[in-house]
């Protein structure tokens, strides 16, 4: 049997370098045991033994024949694992017969003799010829064979008892590389196209192979092995099993090896994607069937949602703000979520070094994080001069991904798809991922507003996403457990000993969006409201210091859903103050844009000279009446009953003021909220209430059923 090992002494030989050496001489030495080397010129050099043996330089020359690591034969563990249960068991009894041609025993040693051994034709007596013939007449083979059997057991032990044909795996056809090279070209140009047939293909590469290189030059394959080689070809750039949609996303897959950023923390990274849901929503302003575009940002540690922004098409850098800055803030729990979905009551460690209290807020539906890098794509939101200059301000980092590269942003994409599976799914007005698993009118029963489905999405979010283990959150120091983004967050805060909360409330104002207006002897003038406050005491007729787009203008952010105050930031002092519109206390609720724009259209159509404080007066009169008398009426109220806004502002002295109990009870408001109530009955309608009533009635009531606050 052949030897792995090489006797290494005198007259040893090695190729030192790329120049054959020989031993001349062994040393030992208190620093180990040394070699004197003489080459073909009669040079000597002596080197360490252990240098000769391990380093790349040096390879020896065996003097006889043995295994090697080129050799073309596979390795045994590769050979044997390939085999079936009763290939294994077949190639054991084999190997049982040859040890006992060889020793006369089945185990190949006698002191593991069975009963009866060694047999008499198999007995030491017995010359090689005998026991050969023997084993051939007991097993019905050839002597040949039985003598190729010993030869390679004694080369290969038990793998070389395998059948060669059975592991030499499916024949490839036999076809020129040319061709085959001219069809895989041909498939490539493919990619961005729709899919072909295999005939087309084949067409085109014999057509391509001949105007290449010559007619008759190729040997162009029959057409059933031209479509094997294209099945082959087929796990090399896939073109015709899968869709073109995921062909071409496997061709831009990278050449190199993959690597992505890899977490260590909360709040080391934070991802941000929009996606288009796959499900109807009812806008409240326009009463139409539209798709709803989801925007969300999530903590890459531990998969935590640390904002929700639910928008019709299309979504706005103002509302990408909005979601960042849940993330400094997050939005107060629902009065009706269990314990468990609200933080930090699922277990915030009080082990570690952080002030726990007042990193994260009692009631609070998600932690709060501020980011350290921002993972984004190239979407126009998300590459804004709004949101860049706030990141740079708040030293957030931007990190594009890839183009077109979702892999990127793989844990919010498997998101979307775990809401999708998981609540979306469920609903009314689910349409399916795409025109092949649309049903066939989804939008006929889709009846939720965007505020409303934007509030199931938070409250699963909070109750199912961040309370189940998720297969991707794993510890490598603790195989096997699997942890739910809430003990995630506890498994980071332990380990890291510290998160980043936001250092000073104010800093939410600056993700607002700035307007520029001149300051007035009676306030500021925004859009025919005019606001004013203690803060611009003193202000007016001083000339601005800013370079602004408009003469002597001032910056003022303003918050789109709720126009019933600004803020401004003296410059001296750098303090932040609210000015209030005039007609604040008219309204118990945040007034959009759009809202207000609605209220008077409403007034405009009644009064010869409304005002804004006529219109919002009027126009909150006719909620209180249940149903109103338009359906326009009452989807604005559902719109302005929104509990809150879409980015939670800190309180300034306007609302410090106001909610004082002597304030309170000199405006005539108790200190407790009053019960709701119930709504007052119209006894005198006129004819255009008469009609719009009668609307209703003819569509069996469905808006005044499906359209109810609740």
Known sequence: MSRAGARVGVGTRFRYDGETVEVVELAATTTGNEVVLKDGHGCVRRLSLKELLFSDRAEIVPDQAGPSADDAGEIAPVVLSQLRDDERRKVLERAEDVREVLTGYRSGSAELARAGEPRTEYGPGESAEAKYAAKARELGVSVRSVKQWVADFRRHGEAGLVSKRGLSGPTQPS???????????????????SKPSRTLVIDRTRARVVARFGPEVVPQPSRATAFRVLEGLELRHPLFRLSTKRNRDIADRPEGPYGKLRPTRPGEYLLMDTTRLDVFAFDPLTLKWVQAELTVGMDWYTRCITGIRLTP???????????????????????????????PEHGIPRTVLVDVEGAVGPGLASPPLVPETLVVDHGKVYVSEHLTSVCRRMGISIQPARLRTGRDKGPVE?????LR???????????????HSRGEAPEDDAFFFLDELEAMIQEWTAVVYHCRSHASLVDPGVPGLRMSP????????????????????????????????TIQHYGVEIGRRRYS??????????????????KNGWPFQVDPDDITRIYFRDPATRAWHTLVWEHATSTEMPLSEDALTFARQLAASKYRFPDDRLAVADLLERWNLGLGTTIAERRMALRLSREQAAIELPEREAETVVSLPSVRAALGQDETPPEPREPDVVT????????DLEALADDNDFYADALEDV
Do not use: C
Request: no cysteine; net charge negative; charged share 30%.
């Open 175 to 193: 076809v020129d590389d040319r061709w085959v090279e001219t069809a895989l070209e041909v498939m490539v140009e493919h990619t961005g196209q």
């Open 313 to 343: 098409v299309s979504t706005k850098a103002v509302d990408v703000s909005a979601v960042l800055f849940q993330s400094f803030r997050p939005r107060p729990a629902g009065r009706n979520w269990p314990r468990g979905a609200v933080w």
């Open 414 to 418: 498997r998101y979307f798809r775990t």
């Open 421 to 435: 599976e998981g609540l979306l799914e469920t609903l009314p007005g689910y349409k399916g991922p795409d025109i």
């Open 486 to 517: 809430a003990k995630m967050f506890e498994h980071g805060m332990a380990r890291a000993g510290w998160i980043e909360v936001p250092r000073d409330k104010d800093l939410a104002f600056e993700f607002l969006a700035t307007k520029w207006r």
């Open 533 to 550: 406050g203690p803060g611009l005491k003193g202000l007016s007729g001083i000339r601005s210091p800013y370079n602004a787009p408009v």
């Open 684 to 691: 005198e309608t006129g004819d255009d209430d008469e009609a």
